[in-house]
């Protein structure tokens, strides 16, 4: 457990926790999140950051101040509220894809929530994301996996309930992925068994610094009123630029969408996907209908736009989910039944999109489309080469819960 657990007047409405991996390539450029969470701070005392941030780069003055005297890599666990620093507790670098690590955490925020008095507790998980295959880059280059990020924050939440049981009702209300490809329904399932109502996140390769942390005023200006709620926060991601000097400036995003996860609505969009599936399966025993499913999926471009060398890549086979079921309830040469299926699967996947925004052109990719990146995505490959390839690293796509109860390997047997 950390030891800087606050103690203030309740007037909070937001406890805000900063969970930051930076033993990697990004730790100079997503270091801002934590200077953004001041700056947020100082313009809205509703909000209390609980931040753990795992960094090489030298401190600045502020944080010095505060006990941050270490070189190298370490951990620094600090609140910050009203546009301070609290007390700085510099330690040994963290291994923060551990689960246990951020079981930690999570349940440091819940206390550090319940200490506040606030109403909403969010996680912000900032680090390179890997969509269904994980987030959290460990050291050895692989993932934490999206089942293991839904039981740290599961185990936090029983640990705070433990060590607080006048508190027990207490959870995490939403995560923020600021990590690549997450928007997912593979981890919209894992989070929402983790009792997590909503998740904030990208279905494609996002730019750092990425989400920027004022998405905290959204949320805090908006409690009881998700659908505001949302809407703000997609805003505040699609609005931000970054000042690059000569280069201009770019937004973190091509697409951006907030989440329910409401169980109920999780599990009738898994029965309608699941559906599809052995529906589609079934009827693929056909070689002409196998031919029009195949068609139909290779005209939805995966994930991973930018024009890159690297062909092999998990996430070019991560096709938004919609886009897809649109497709295919919209082509008549499939059976009356698929068709059915599909507006289904569709329309329950839809239901869970509280908001979301695109780029038509987004310029950082060159200028690639992502007018059909509506919602979540899943995985979708369409020839064997793009069946988990990195999965000898560590880094899966089909090994999750999600996969196997909607029998997403009988539509991958169809089309890939």
């Not at 529906?279 to 024009?307: F, K, N």
């Not at 507006?343 to 695109?358: D, F, I």
Request: glycine letters at 8%; proline letters at 4%.
């Amino acid at each position: 457990m950390l030891q800087n657990v606050t103690s203030t007047p309740s007037r909070r409405s937001l406890e805000f926790g900063i969970y930051r991996d930076g033993d990697n390539n990004l730790d100079p450029i997503q270091e801002s999140v934590v200077s953004q969470a001041l700056r947020t701070s100082a313009s809205d005392s509703r909000i209390q950051f609980t931040v753990e941030d795992t960094t090489a780069t030298r401190p600045g003055a502020a944080r010095q101040a505060q006990g941050d005297t270490r070189h190298g890599l370490h951990t620094d666990q600090f609140t910050i509220s009203d546009g301070a620093l609290g007390p700085v507790d510099s330690l040994k670098a963290h291994n923060m894809s551990d689960e246990r690590n951020l079981s930690a955490f999570v349940a440091t925020t819940l206390d550090n929530a319940e200490a506040s008095g606030a109403k909403q507790t969010w996680i912000d998980l900032v680090d390179h994301g890997g969509g269904d295959g994980g987030g959290l880059e460990t050291r050895d280059g692989s993932c934490m996996t999206m089942p293991d990020i839904a039981k740290a924050i599961s185990d936090g939440v029983a640990l705070h309930a433990r060590e607080h049981p006048e508190d027990a009702g207490r959870g995490v209300d939403g995560v923020v992925a600021n990590q690549c490809l997450m928007d997912t329904m593979g981890f919209a399932d894992a989070l929402s068994h983790a009792n997590v109502k909503w998740l904030a996140a990208s279905p494609e390769t996002m730019l750092a610094p990425g989400v920027p942390s004022n998405v905290a005023h959204a949320i805090a200006s908006h409690e009881n009123e998700p659908v505001q709620m949302a809407k703000a926060i997609v805003g505040d991601v699609m609005r931000t630029k970054y000042d690059v000097g000569a280069f201009g400036g770019f937004g973190p995003a091509a697409a951006f969408d907030v989440l329910d996860l409401d169980s109920a609505k999780i599990d009738r969009a898994e029965a309608a996907i699941r559906r599809l599936n052995d529906d589609a399966a079934a009827q693929a025993r056909d070689l002409g209908v196998r031919d029009v499913l195949r068609e139909d999926a290779r005209a939805i471009d995966g994930m991973v736009r930018a024009p890159l060398d690297e062909k092999n890549l998990p996430w070019h086979a991560d096709r938004p989910a919609i886009a897809f079921y649109d497709t295919l309830a919209s082509d008549g040469r499939l059976d009356a039944t698929v068709r059915a299926d599909a507006r289904a699967a569709s329309a329950a996947v839809r239901n869970l999109v509280l908001a979301h925004r695109e780029s038509a052109h987004f310029a950082p990719f060159g200028g690639a489309d992502y007018s059909d990146a509506a919602g979540p995505t899943i995985h979708l490959p369409t020839s064997c080469r793009e069946i988990d390839p990195w999965a000898s690293a560590g880094v899966s796509e089909t090994n999750n819960d999600f996969y196997r109860k909607v029998d997403q390997g009988a539509m991958t047997r169809v089309i890939a």
